[in-house]
């Protein structure tokens, strides 16, 4: 699976669109953008995923660049709750069978 | 979404014993289940895999004599932490994949495991 590149941490201001970046210069053309997130003290948890096309949901938004050697996940309004470390993971889809591989991530702490 | 439960969410031991923990998929069934341990301000470790009915696959460096996988059937999976020492004091966070569908993984709540 590729490498990801993330930065350590982030603030964000209450209210405000979070955009947490991600390289990941080394992406074969099979491989899926994954994003989790952790709660202090809690299992992660998926927020999105996506191969080459912009994807959003009722979590997030991301955005994945032409080249796909990076990708950025946006949080429209961040809130208290979002408070947590955002793993950004590429790996070959859902029945690769394989488990995922989690780097550092990026803090991200959203401030009143 | 797909629900994976641990049991328990917390224990203290003394060292030397052992702690079994639970991994439980509430409304779906898993072919596969992940074990991973987690210290503290670092990032999930994968210690190993198990597939149902089969023996486990530990990664590089888990002493799987140690860290004891049974997989018995497609809703549970347990870690044995046997003859526990304060250095095995960690988060432990199972994950299970879904037979049907496409396969995606969920993560249990994790085990805070201490050892005195």
């Known amino acids: 699976d590729a490498k990801t590149t993330q930065p350590t941490s982030m603030d964000c201001a209450e209210g405000r669109a979070a955009n947490l970046p991600c390289n990941h210069s080394t992406i074969s053309g099979n491989e899926y953008v994954y994003w989790y997130r952790q709660i202090h003290s809690q299992g992660p948890q998926y927020i999105i995923h996506g191969l080459k096309n912009n994807e959003t949901n009722e979590m997030a938004s991301l955005i994945i660049t032409e080249d796909r050697k990076s990708s950025t996940l946006i949080l429209p309004h961040a809130t208290l709750r979002d408070t947590a470390v955002y793993y950004c993971i590429v790996r070959v889809g859902h029945n690769a069978g394989n488990m995922l591989t989690f780097g550092g991530g990026t803090r991200l702490m959203v401030k009143p | ?116």
């Open chain 2, 1 to 116: 979404g797909a629900v994976v439960s641990q049991h328990p969410s917390w224990v203290i031991c003394k060292s030397g014993t052992s702690v079994k923990i639970e991994c439980r998929s509430l409304d779906f069934q898993a072919t596969t289940m992940f074990w991973y341990r987690q210290f503290p301000k670092q990032s999930l470790m994968l210690m190993a895999t198990s597939n149902e009915g089969s023996k486990a696959t530990y990664e590089q460096g888990v002493e799987k004599d140690k860290f004891l996988i049974n997989h018995a059937s497609l809703t549970l999976s347990t870690l044995t932490v046997t003859s526990a020492h304060p250095e095995d004091s960690s988060f432990y966070i199972c994950s299970a994949r879904a037979r049907t569908g496409v396969g995606e993984q969920f993560f249990g709540p994790g085990t805070r495991l201490t050892v005195l």
